[in-house]
């Protein structure tokens, strides 16, 4: 509950700095640390651009962050100075306006093959911690169900995941849960 944590955004740095990622979008803002955190990573930050979309407004924190207040499903490329996105943050727990978003972008050639595509709250709690989460056969609580169906529905459409999830048996007092993160991408052959 919440934006991600630490360890979660440390990991998202780095991708977004080691792949030299210069377009982000976010869905879903919040209180504007996920957009820090991409903001910070960017390698070139005079030529990168972070996007914010979310219904109610998110504190701008760059002069690179661009915060479009609006239902996201009324995006347009113009919203996005018609760039393509190297990575899209799914993080507003709304599936359909999510996949709504998703398939416009891909339809308007902004997200692409080569996009990253990020989701956070993908991983289960040890316990519960929200009235509304329920426990799985694995034992975990489901507290985010959105991005974990998302998850399983772009692996059926040809994107491979990572996700930074957490073995409850490795959790403590220091680290009592994961909220989790996934990443996808398409596969792109590796010549040899």
Not at 59 to 83: C, G, Q
Request: charged share 25%; glycine share 4%.
């Amino acid at each position: 509950i919440g934006p991600i944590q630490d360890t979660e955004a440390l990991f998202l740095y780095s991708i977004v700095r080691g792949m030299r990622i210069r377009t982000v979008l976010e869905i879903g803002g919040l209180t504007g640390y996920s957009a820090t955190n991409f903001i910070k990573a960017f390698a070139e930050p005079e030529k990168s651009k972070m996007f914010t979309v979310d219904i109610v407004n998110v504190p701008k924190k760059a002069e690179n962050h661009f915060v479009i207040v609006k239902d996201a499903r009324h995006l347009i490329s113009e919203d996005l100075h018609n760039t393509k996105l190297d990575m899209i943050f799914f993080d507003c727990h709304d599936y359909d306006v999510q996949m709504d978003v998703y398939r416009r972008l891909k339809d308007l050639n902004l997200v692409t093959d080569k996009t990253v595509i990020a989701l956070h709250d993908t991983h289960t709690h040890p316990y519960q911690r929200c009235i509304w989460s329920y426990q799985i056969p694995d034992g975990g609580w489901v507290h985010q169900a959105v991005e974990r169906r998302m998850v399983n529905d772009f692996v059926a459409e040809g994107w491979h995941a990572f996700s930074l999830h957490t073995d409850p048996s490795r959790h403590s007092h220091e680290m009592p849960f994961r909220h989790g993160v996934t990443v996808m991408q398409k596969f792109q052959n590796l010549t040899v």
